[in-house]
């Protein structure tokens, strides 16, 4: 669930400000149990992504930057890339340095 979300925020079909379906909605159209969707909801706001506002639901970030999101969603799938390959984060890291210059 927090993977969608988190697609729609990098292809741009869900923009800063926008208010997600409400959690018990959202639950009976994936056919989930609604606290798998209230945790998904909390992860996304943890990670910054969404705001959750008492009595009004989830609402994406209205300081999330679009291409800078994209950005970090690009560094998670090398961090995923790189641990599928054996390769140790000082490693990873190191490469990163290297590349930065």
Known sequence: MAASVRRALA?????????????RELAASLAVNV?????GYQQL????????RRGRGAVVA????PERFRLSERVSELVEQARSLGVP???LIALVRTALG
């Open 11 to 23: 292809d741009g079909s869900v923009r800063p400000g926008e208010k997600l379906p409400a959690a």
């Open 35 to 39: 606290h798998t969707v209230l945790r």
């Open 45 to 52: 706001r943890d990670e910054g992504l969404i705001e959750l």
């Open 62 to 65: 209205a300081s999330l930057d």
């Open 89 to 91: 984060d000082d490693e």
